[in-house]
């Protein structure tokens, strides 16, 4: 079964997974923008990380078959530095007409702070002033109910946003609910050790059905599995679930979603 991963971090993994990824059946791959493994120190640095992202990732994706799309933004980890993120985020409209380039993300909260807050917001007043869809990160962990509740709530408010074109990514059984109740589509992040596993996620797509769901590895630089999404294809299986649903999951809605954006031009592999 072909498939796309919604969210995975492919600087922080090697050409060796493109391929395995390739022979898992993956044809494509989203890829928004995160931290370094540490704090930038310059709005340069986001240029040339924006610049890899843009350029190198697509060609080296596609010297296997995948597809390879992106979202740029500063990362929640370093919004606490206003001012810098200021300056990226200024920079990032000389980038957003480039091919693949699918909108703003991964934005957020990570410690649910008040920097944090400021530079969502702002993250968001581009995208409305551009048109561009949105990618949204919720905290790990002990902070992810209150970081979750609070990126609704700054959503909500905001009168101008299409809630079909935001993506509320890492939810889990205690925040999938209001994410969808609230018109957003919804990504389940399968890791080994935290987040969310891919019975779990199974579990959900029982409990929810398959509409605005979509599911992802992240495959960061932390532990994690950029094969995932291929064992949540096997684990649907073994609950004797259609291949029609599990596709509807896996492929079909993450096309539904980024079809979305003027950017998304997607060659559908030959059956």
């Known amino acids: ?91 990032i409209p000389q980038f957003l007409d480039r091919p693949g380039v699918l909108g703003i993300g991964e934005i957020g909260l990570n410690k649910n702070t008040r920097n944090e807050a400021i530079v969502f917001l702002e993250h968001i007043d581009l995208a409305m002033k551009t048109n561009e869809q949105i990618l949204i990160h919720t905290p790990h962990l002990e902070d992810k109910y209150q970081g979750t509740r609070m990126i609704l709530d700054m959503l909500t408010a905001d009168s101008r946003i299409d809630r079909s074109r935001v993506l509320v990514d890492h939810v889990e059984e205690h925040t999938i609910r209001p994410v969808l109740e609230g018109g957003f589509w919804a990504g389940m992040t399968l890791y080994p050790v935290s987040k969310c596993t891919p019975q779990r996620a199974a579990d959900m797509v029982e409990i929810y059905g398959p509409e605005r769901l979509l599911v992802n590895s992240a495959g960061d630089w932390g532990p994690s599995k950029p094969t995932a999404v291929a064992d949540f294809i096997l684990e649907m299986r073994k609950r004797g679930h259609p291949e029609g649903l599990i596709r509807r999951v896996v492929y079909d809605n993450p096309l539904e979603f980024f079809g979305q954006s003027r950017n998304f031009a997607f060659a559908a592999p030959d059956v």
């Open 1 to 91: 079964m072909y498939y796309i991963d919604p969210h995975i971090h492919m600087v922080s993994r090697t050409t060796d997974d493109y391929e395995t990824l390739a022979k898992m059946g993956c044809v494509g791959v989203s890829e928004p923008a995160f931290w370094a493994g540490y704090d930038r120190g310059s709005a340069a640095g986001f240029r040339d990380y924006f610049e890899q992202l843009t350029a190198f990732e697509p060609k080296r994706a596609g010297w296997f078959g995948i597809q390879h799309y992106t979202w740029l933004c500063i990362n929640a980890k370093e919004a606490e530095n206003v001012v810098l993120a200021r300056d990226v985020i200024a920079m």
